[in-house]
Nanobody, 121 residues
Framework: QVQLVESGGGLVQPGDSLRLFCAAS????????MGWYRQAPGKQRELVAVLSDGGSTNFGDSAKGRFTIARDGTKNTIYLQMNNLKPDDTAVYYC???????????????WGQGTQVTVSS
């Protein structure tokens, strides 16, 4: 009923910038928060950045000072601006949303299918 679709991943060189987008669609009554997590091979999934409905943000240590998160025009679409990318940023990036699909339905956590970001020279 709720889908999160990511776009914008790819192959870049160290020091480059990249912007990822995530669009939520379907039966959406309210969004408490949307954000990004990433998972590199052999590592656990980790927080990158989260944007709450009220506008507050929270960043993982690796993202602080280099990444920003914001809405892209509508409340149902966000983007992650990644600057000064490093090889250690190579991972699959997943969009995450805490979303209510109806007035009498509790919040559920949704995930996108992931988009690959590779930073390599």
């Amino acid at each position: 009923q709720v889908q999160l679709v990511e776009s914008g991943g790819g192959l870049v060189q160290p020091g480059d910038s990249l912007r990822l987008f995530c669009a939520a669609s379907g039966s959406i009554f309210g969004i408490r928060a949307m954000g990004w997590y990433r998972q590199a091979p052999g590592k656990q999934r980790e927080l990158v950045a989260v944007l709450s409905d009220g506008g507050s943000t929270n960043f993982g240590d690796s993202a602080k000072g280099r990444f920003t998160i914001a809405r892209d025009g509508t409340k149902n679409t966000i983007y992650l601006q990644m600057n000064n990318l490093k090889p250690d940023d190579t991972a699959v990036y997943y969009c995450n949303g805490v979303i209510r699909s109806g007035p009498t339905v509790g919040e559920l956590e949704y995930w996108g299918q992931g988009t690959q970001v590779t930073v390599s020279s």
